[in-house]
């Protein structure tokens, strides 16, 4: 059985730390895209609100006459 060493304790530490310093910035990034697509989303919505209400004052208009 090979023995375990300092230096191969060191070198795993530093990969774990470098895979743990990726997946953060892979976090940060996907949030990113999540808080721009709900973004999205909000405008887009409140967009569709308003072509509803600017329908709905428009029919109003043609009715009332």
């Known amino acids: 059985m090979p023995e375990v060493d300092l230096i191969f304790l060191s070198r795993q530490m530093d990969q774990l ?11 940060a990034v996907l949030t990113a895209m999540v808080r721009r697509t709900d973004a999205s989303l909000e405008l887009l919505l409140a967009e569709m609100r308003a072509g509803n209400s600017r329908q ?3 029919e109003k208009r043609g009715n009332g006459d």
């Open 56 to 58: 709905a004052k428009l």
């Open 17 to 27: 730390l470098s895979d743990v310093a990726n997946m953060r910035h892979s976090i």
